[in-house]
């Protein structure tokens, strides 16, 4: 009768000889439940050679930049963005793993979603505008996508990929308290690609839940879940002062989720840190923000000139969204195939503002990316979109799933990844209805990071090794070989 080792990270078959490098075998008495402090135990890929590991450190560099946008006011004039992302795109195709990216659901949906965009061009209102759009915005956008999704090699550079990001964010941030500015009392860069409130707030939550993810990686010691504790106390102010309802709102969705996480003890300290953090909130953030907030749920009591500029702000800005919603609506309607052109909407909006006797329209984007999509593309392209998000969702369930049950270090990291990608998903979903970022490359970056993140995590070397007693006489494996 076969005997076994329970007590090993893997198990060996004591009547079957195997010839492994000591070096590859566990003390005795280890146990997954009591891993080394920091310990990450992640696939090696043991296929990704020099170029694989050079476009994977050129890929943070490129992530860094695309959180933090540092090189929008230092070395401007350098194009180092432009050079890393050629030197990453060399590596991908170096390493034969350009194709292979668009082999899955994500990777095919997205491209259907650019072939529905690149059709809707010979309908578009504005030609130029649309060419313009496509040509610069989306093609960078797309290829960020291809560059994430290629330049991932195993889980474990997933995670580093998802730190350099938050401490890109967390640059960010800093940037935002240091030399930013004020429009009407929110915080915002003066320049670049956060050069709005909205779109800094969207940085923020993103920033939020990536930092969550440092605390609560089982992988990391005290002393960097205690770092990480402190990384969020900047994004949340920046986040406050930008007035924000769509990132506040965004935040407050994903709350159940997080608390849903948690055991009782961790519950009690989620609420807690709640209603501590807003409280804390209460006296760093200005009076007219914090009406500006209040205005979500009842009206609020002006009490001067600054703050009812501030409100008249705020109710003319929602006003103004739903008279959009509507105008973004009835133009899908009326244009439900190709739509009236990518980045047309406010063209569009405006014609149909003079044809029903306005003076003019808005010349505002939608403010909802899904009738932003729709209105400019058409309902196929929109279909595509929400393809995506949902083969996204699918895949990291699925990944969860696999490895909720295994008590090993590394499943539960994968888990715990997996968790903080869909939390991050549904906080996308949630803003998409206040903001049109249909064309972002913050988007086609996160789609890139599942992607990678879940292929990995399917792959054998990725899987945590365990045979149960009454199993067949299969070899023994190890980790890291196949």
């Given at each position: 009768m076969s005997r076994f080792r329970p007590n090993l990270t893997f198990q060996q078959r004591t009547d079957t000889?195997?010839?492994?490098?000591?070096?590859?075998?566990?003390?005795?008495?280890?146990?997954?439940?009591?891993?080394?402090?920091?310990?990450?135990l992640w696939r090696q890929d043991e296929s990704a050679g020099p170029i694989e590991r050079l476009g994977f450190w050129l890929l943070c560099i490129f992530l860094f930049h695309c959180s933090s946008r540092i090189l929008d006011f230092v070395l401007t004039g350098f194009h180092i963005p432009l050079v890393i992302s050629v030197a990453c795109l060399i590596c991908l195709l170096a390493a034969g793993r350009f194709f292979s990216v668009f082999s899955s659901r994500i990777g095919m949906a997205l491209i259907a979603y650019s072939i529905w965009l690149c059709l809707s061009l010979p309908g578009s209102v504005w030609r130029g505008g649309s060419f313009l759009l496509l040509t610069d915005q989306w093609a960078k956008s797309l290829l960020a996508f291809v560059l994430v999704s290629g330049l991932l090699p195993s889980g474990r550079h997933t995670v580093k990929a998802i730190r350099v990001q938050a401490y890109g964010l967390l640059v960010a941030a800093v940037l935002?308290?240091?030399?930013?500015?004020?429009?009407?009392?929110?915080?915002?860069?003066?320049?670049?690609?956060?050069?709005?409130p909205n779109e800094v707030a969207t940085a923020m939550v993103l920033a939020c839940i990536y930092w969550w993810l440092l605390l609560n990686n089982p992988a990391h010691s005290r002393l960097g879940k205690a770092v990480a504790l402190?990384?969020?106390?900047?994004?949340?102010?920046?986040?406050?002062?930008?007035?924000?309802?769509?990132?506040?709102?965004?935040?407050?969705?994903?709350?159940?989720?997080?608390?849903?996480?948690?055991?009782?003890?961790?519950?009690?300290?989620?609420v807690s840190a709640t209603l501590l953090g807003m409280l804390l909130a209460t006296f760093v953030t200005p009076e007219t923000l914090r009406k500006r907030f209040s205005s979500i749920l009842a009206k609020v009591e002006i009490t001067s000139d600054e703050e009812y500029d501030q409100m008249v702000s705020a109710t003319g800005s929602s006003r103004q969204r739903l008279e959009l919603l509507r105008a973004s609506i009835l133009l899908t309607l009326r244009h439900p195939i190709l739509g009236v052109g990518?980045?047309?909407?406010?063209?569009?909006?405006?014609?149909?503002?003079?044809?029903?006797?306005?003076?003019?329209?808005?010349?505002?984007?939608t403010h909802n990316t899904y009738t932003q999509i729709s209105s400019e593309a058409g309902i196929p392209a929109l279909i595509a979109f929400l393809a995506c998000l949902w083969f996204a969702r699918q895949k990291l369930l699925r990944v969860e799933k696999a490895h909720?049950?295994?008590?090993?270090?590394?499943?539960?990291?994968?888990?715990?990844?997996?968790f903080t990608l869909r939390l991050a998903l549904y906080g996308y979903?949630?803003?998409?209805?206040?903001?049109?970022?249909?064309?972002?490359?913050?988007v086609a970056i996160f789609l890139g990071m599942v992607d990678g993140f879940t292929r990995a995590a399917w792959a054998p070397g990725a899987r945590p090794i365990q045979q149960m007693a009454g199993q067949g006489p299969s070899p023994a494996r190890f980790p890291g070989k196949r």
């Open positions: 000889p195997v010839s492994t490098p000591k070096s590859l075998l566990p003390p005795a008495g280890a146990l997954w439940s009591r891993p080394a402090p920091g310990a990450a935002a308290i240091w030399i930013g500015v004020e429009v009407q009392g929110r915080l915002m860069l003066p320049k670049g690609f956060y050069g709005s402190f990384g969020f106390v900047p994004v949340l102010y920046v986040m406050l002062l930008t007035g924000s309802r769509a990132g506040m709102v965004s935040l407050v969705c994903l709350l159940p989720f997080v608390f849903l996480r948690y055991s009782a003890r961790g519950r009690l300290a989620l990518v980045g047309n909407f406010s063209v569009a909006e405006d014609d149909m503002a003079r044809g029903s006797g306005r003076h003019m329209g808005f010349w505002r984007g909720r049950s295994r008590p090993d270090l590394q499943s539960k990291e994968i888990v715990a990844t997996a979903a949630v803003f998409f209805m206040f903001e049109h970022i249909g064309y972002a490359s913050t």
